[in-house]
C-alpha cells in the first residue's frame, strides 16, 4: 500500500504524521458504523412486527435479557437495562400481562419480586431472532464472497467493543 506523509506546524512543535492510501480516517469509519446501524435497527423493528405477540423494541430486549441470564431481581434487571427501576417496573407489567414472564416472590426474602421469562417469552425471542436470520441471510446474498471474512472479523470486534454477547452465548440450553 502507498503511504502519505504529511508534516504540519503546530503549537508546540512539529507534527509528523503518516497514513496508508485506502485507510479510513475517524470520521468514515464513525460514518459507517452509524449507516449500517440504521440498516441493523431497520431489521429489528421488522422481525418484531412479524412476531404474534406484540412486543416493543424495549421489551424484547428485556426479554433477551431475562433469557440470558434466568431469574432477575427487579433492581437487577433495571442496571442490566440501564433504566430506573420504575421504568422495569411498567416494563414488567405488560410484559406479565402478556404472558411472557412471570414475577415470583423469593422464598428467603419475601420483599424480593424474582422476574423469569415464560416458555411463551422464549418462543417470543426465538420467532424474533429466526426471522431476523432470514432478513439477513437475504442481506448476506448481496455481499461478494471474498468480503464476508473481514464484514465477519470487523462485526465481531465491533460488537466485542459494546460488550454485547453473541446470540450463542445467551442461548445455550434453549434447545429441547
Known sequence: MAR??????????????????????????IEAIIHASRAMV????????????????????????????????????????????????????????????TRTRDD?????????????????VMDVINRRRSEVCSLLNSIPLGSRRELVDSLRLLSAATGDAPELHWMRGWHE
Open 4 to 29: 502519505v506523509e504529511k508534516t504540519e506546524k503546530a503549537a508546540g512543535g512539529t507534527r509528523h504524521e503518516v497514513a496508508l492510501l485506502g485507510e479510513p480516517d475517524d470520521n468514515e469509519v
Open 42 to 101: 431497520g431489521i429489528a423493528i421488522r422481525s418484531l412486527t412479524g412476531s404474534d405477540e406484540d412486543v416493543t423494541l424495549p421489551q424484547y430486549r428485556t426479554l433477551v435479557v431475562l433469557s440470558d441470564g434466568g431469574a432477575r431481581r427487579l433492581a437487577d434487571l433495571a442496571g442490566a437495562l440501564n433504566v430506573s427501576p420504575s421504568t422495569a417496573t411498567r416494563m414488567c407489567d405488560r410484559l406479565v400481562r402478556k404472558g411472557l414472564i
Open 108 to 124: 428467603l426474602d419475601r420483599r424480593e419480586v424474582n422476574l423469569e421469562v415464560t416458555a411463551a417469552g422464549r418462543a417470543t
